[in-house]
């Protein structure tokens, strides 16, 4: 759990320009002035990869089992298999609400 942050010195635009006479590498200043080094970026997110799949039959989910039957001392006994063949990632959605990128580095509420 939490491993969906950033900790490396990545290419990313709010990572700033990476070099350690950053002004804010003092841990008090929190400002959006690493942010000038990309004009263009914005902290929000409008897009994502989905985690959902396409099966043969065009049915959309996240994940697909197929059921068999496995006889095992002369008795049927149901299982579920998973299914990880001939699945269709479903691509790039546009969310209906703009998030806030993980590796904004900007405090927006303190309690």
Same mark, same amino acid.
């Given at each position: 759990m939490g491993g969906s942050g950033s900790k490396s010195k990545g290419f990313w635009p709010f990572s700033g320009s990476g070099s350690v006479d950053d002004a804010t590498k003092d841990?008090?200043?929190?400002?959006?002035?690493?942010?000038?080094?990309?004009?263009?970026?914005?902290?929000? /997110?409008?897009?994502?990869r989905s985690s959902m799949f396409f099966d043969e039959d065009g049915d959309l989910a996240h994940e697909f089992y197929e059921e068999?039957? /496995?006889?095992k001392n002369g008795r049927k006994?149901?299982?579920?298999?998973?299914?990880?063949?001939?699945?269709?990632?479903?691509?790039?959605?546009?969310?209906?609400?703009?998030?806030?990128? /993980?590796?904004?580095?900007?405090?927006?509420?303190e309690a």
């Open positions: 841990g008090n200043e929190q400002t959006l002035a690493r942010v000038r080094s990309f004009p263009g970026a914005t902290p929000f /997110v409008f897009i994502r068999t039957i /496995v006889t006994k149901a299982k579920l298999k998973r299914i990880q063949k001939n699945l269709t990632p479903q691509g790039i959605i546009k969310l209906d609400h703009p998030c806030i990128h /993980v590796d904004f580095p900007v405090v927006l509420c």
